[in-house]
Structures are given as C-alpha cells and as structure tokens.
C-alpha cells in the first residue's frame, strides 16, 4: 500500500517535500516517483531500489534540483521527493508507485504495479 503527502501551491523558486509511506511486500523491488501534468502522459521523475536505496534513474528535467530518498526508521518506510528550485513546468500530479520491474531508464508507468492516489503540486 502507498499513501503519498506532501503536495501543494508554492511560488517559483521554492521547495516542497512529498512523503509516500510503504507497506507490503516490497524487498528488492524498485520504487519510483512519477508525475503526470494535465493533458500529458504520466512520465518517471525518480527511481530506487527499496532495499539498497540505490538511485538509478532521475528525469533530465529534474536532476541538480529533486532528489528521491528511502528512509527506514522503526519499522516503518518512507519514500521522500524532496523538490527544490520548484518552475511552473513541475506542475502536476505526482505519484508514488511500486514495485516495479525495470528502475534503469525512464521505462513504461506500466511496468510498476501498485499506485498511490497522488499528491497535486502547483508552482506559480
């Protein structure tokens, strides 16, 4: 199960913070963060590995500014987007999803079987 946080309205230039907790099976798996702007395909922002936290895909679009991280803490995990030097052009749904099959490249959204029910961002 994946329930995502963290979403909302920020100026051009400012950061936000999603949260998406896991639970279930998902040792070894790839977890990623995707996005979906009105009118647009839902395409990858972010991806890793649930256990090793090893990142091995980030979005062109994104790099230097999001970063993905796997926190485990008490039994309980936590994937984080951190966002900063938000543009109006990362305006959208964005959504958690695991497990996937492929982490490398940015891949087919089809590929990952379970979804949160996204959390929406929007810079102005």
């Known amino acids: 199960q994946l329930v995502e946080s963290g979403g909302g309205s920020v100026q051009a230039g400012g950061s936000l913070r999603l949260s998406c907790m896991v639970s279930?099976?998902?040792?070894?798996?790839?977890m990623g963060w995707f996005r979906q702007a009105p009118g647009k395909e839902r395409e990858a922002v972010a991806k890793?590995?649930?256990?090793?936290?090893?990142?091995?895909?980030?979005a062109d679009s994104v790099k230097g500014r999001f970063t993905i991280i796997m926190s485990h803490v008490n039994g309980k995990s936590t994937m984080n987007l951190q966002m900063n030097s938000l543009e109006p052009e990362d305006t959208a749904m964005y959504f958690c999803?695991?497990?996937?099959?492929?982490?490398?490249?940015?891949?087919?959204?089809?590929?990952?079987?379970?979804w949160g029910q996204g959390t929406q961002v929007t810079v102005s």
């Open positions: 999803a695991g497990p996937g099959l492929y982490c490398t490249g940015a891949g087919d959204p089809a590929d990952f079987g379970n």
């Open positions: 279930g099976s998902t040792d070894t798996h790839c």
């Open positions: 890793l590995y649930f256990d090793t936290e090893y990142i091995y895909y980030v």
